[in-house]
């Protein structure tokens, strides 16, 4: 249990740049090489889908998710979660990823994607997906790519390169 006083809140355009440096500070200037980046080049997160956590109007903590599919699967791909240092091991990240499913359930989304550590995730439910039969669109180590069905049998049948979901496109 958190003894902080987080509020956990649908992003906002306002939180676009607070959100930006904390992403900055945490994952530097090489974040945009990262895979999940690249996917970001064509489609926008969703607001709705996307949280950030505050200590009364302090930016702590925020989690997107962006929507992608592999083939024709549609899923989420969560991501970044991140949590300010002084803040961590305080449940912040718990908190955001806990309504970031559960509004993912809510709204009838079947599948989460991440690239992340399995040891931290699997605490939410996220299992590792069979080597091989997911790929990002860069490198990545096959043993984080992470799934999490929010219907029953939803990343059974998955295989192929994740893909932005071009119903999201960014008209450029
Ligand atoms: C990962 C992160 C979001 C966790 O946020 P948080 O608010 O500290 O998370 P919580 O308080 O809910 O959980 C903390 C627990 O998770 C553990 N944990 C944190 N990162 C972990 C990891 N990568 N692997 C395994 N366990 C991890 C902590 O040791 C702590 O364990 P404890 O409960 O036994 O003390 C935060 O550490 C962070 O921002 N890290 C840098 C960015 C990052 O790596 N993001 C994930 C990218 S996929």
């Excluded at 912040?92 to 499913?101: F, T």
């Amino acid at each position: 249990m958190s003894d902080l006083n987080i509020t956990i809140a649908p992003e906002t355009p306002n939180d676009a740049v607070a959100i930006e440096r904390l992403h900055e500070r945490t994952f530097g200037p090489g974040r945009y090489v990262l895979s999940a980046y690249r996917l970001r080049e064509h489609v926008d997160h969703l607001l709705d889908l996307s949280f950030t956590a505050r200590i009364g109007t302090l930016l702590v903590g925020s989690v997107r998710q962006l929507p992608i599919a592999v083939g024709e699967v549609p899923a989420l791909l969560l991501g970044p979660l991140t949590v300010e240092p002084p803040f961590r091991s305080r449940s912040v990240g718990r908190a955001l990823l806990d309504r970031a499913i559960a509004e993912a359930k809510a709204q009838g989304h079947g599948l989460i994607l991440l690239v992340g550590d399995e040891p931290y995730y699997s605490r939410v439910g996220f299992k590792k997906l069979p080597r091989g039969r997911v790929t990002m669109p860069g490198p990545v180590d096959p043993n984080r790519m992470l799934a999490l069905e929010l219907v029953e049998g939803a990343a059974a049948e998955l295989a192929g390169t994740v893909r932005p979901d071009w119903r999201f496109a960014r008209a450029s």
